[in-house]
């Protein structure tokens, strides 16, 4: 029997009215990279959010390693726990994720909370400030650092527990390229391909290199599956789901009608 890190079935979540997730089914892998595409308000961000135990579907039902996710089950201390422990969610804005004075008390945050030792908490910071390349941001405040360093400390806030599941809500949205660029190379390297990482995602172009499975999403539910190369070249899969659309134009040496190329939206 495989190894399943999230096992969802036939979630139902409405925020007012509109069900954001209207019948969803997924199932992720231990260990697998998985890519959730799907246009703005496809449900994404619901689907993590739930996946992270920060809100509960109003029916359907989930399991963690075999174990059900609820709400009474996180009244559990114990559970609550380990699932934090287990489970970290890096948030599409990091204003909503840092509130500490400094990087360095950002980051020592989680661990503090998780009752780690003091010299092992200031050991775990600088490493991981090193390897996320943000040493020399120690002692800044988060609240003033540019767009790709606030990603970076959000990331590293939520690395630093070493969680066995990272989910990621558009890690790469609003970088200018080169900190896009890091932020993928980090997500490539991190956990030596053993951590189950499932990151939400419009990017088409960066979707090989972060993911081996993609869901395609529409409407909250999954609409399609397959390898991120499969995906990116069924053009009429993506014009249908809005993640490309066809820019009507001619062409200067001679064609007369007007014709769509397909048109990736970054
Ligand atoms: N806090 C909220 N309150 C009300 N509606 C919301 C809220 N967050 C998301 N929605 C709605 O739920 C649907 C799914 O949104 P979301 O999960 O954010 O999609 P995605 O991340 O794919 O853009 C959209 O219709 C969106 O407008
Ligand atoms: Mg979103």
């Not at 449900?43 to 135990?53: A, F, N, Q, V």
């Not at 075999?66 to 699932?83: A, I, L, Y």
């Not at 190379?185 to 995602?201: H, N, P």
């Not at 909250?220 to 490309?244: K, S």
Request: charged share 25%; glycine share 6%.
């Amino acid at each position: 029997m495989p190894d399943f890190a999230f096992q969802a079935r036939n979630l139902v979540y409405r925020y007012n009215q509109a069900a954001a997730l209207d019948g969803l089914s997924m199932a992720v892998h231990k260990g697998e990279r998985l890519a959730l595409v799907g246009a703005n308000g496809s449900g994404k961000s619901t689907l993590l959010r739930i996946l992270d135990g920060l809100i509960f579907p109003q029916s359907g039902e989930l399991m963690f390693f075999q174990e059900p996710v609820t709400e009474r089950r996180f009244q559990d201390s114990g559970f609550n726990f380990q699932f934090r422990r287990r489970v970290g969610l890096v948030f599409q804005n990091p204003d909503v994720q840092l509130f500490n004075p400094t990087v360095f008390d950002e980051l020592a945050f989680g661990p503090l909370q998780l009752r780690w030792p003091k010299s092992e908490i200031r050991d775990r910071v600088e490493a991981t400030l090193a390897s996320m390349d943000i040493t020399h941001l120690r002692d800044r405040s988060p609240h003033r650092l540019s767009g790709g360093e606030k990603k970076r400390v959000a990331i590293a806030s939520v690395m630093i527990l070493d969680p066995e599941v990272l989910l990621l809500d558009e890690p790469t949205a609003a970088l200018d390229p080169r900190s896009e660029s890091q932020i993928i190379d980090l997500l490539v390297s991190w956990g030596g391909g053993r951590k189950t990482v499932i990151t939400a995602t419009h990017d088409l172009d960066s979707l090989e290199e972060i993911a081996d499975r993609c869901l395609l999403f529409e409407s909250g539910r999954v609409v399609a599956e397959g390898a991120p190369l499969q995906i990116v070249h069924d053009v009429p899969l993506l014009e249908r789901t809005r993640l490309v659309h066809p820019h009507h134009h001619t062409h200067p040496e001679g064609e007369s009608q007007p014709h769509p190329h397909p048109h990736v939206h970054r």
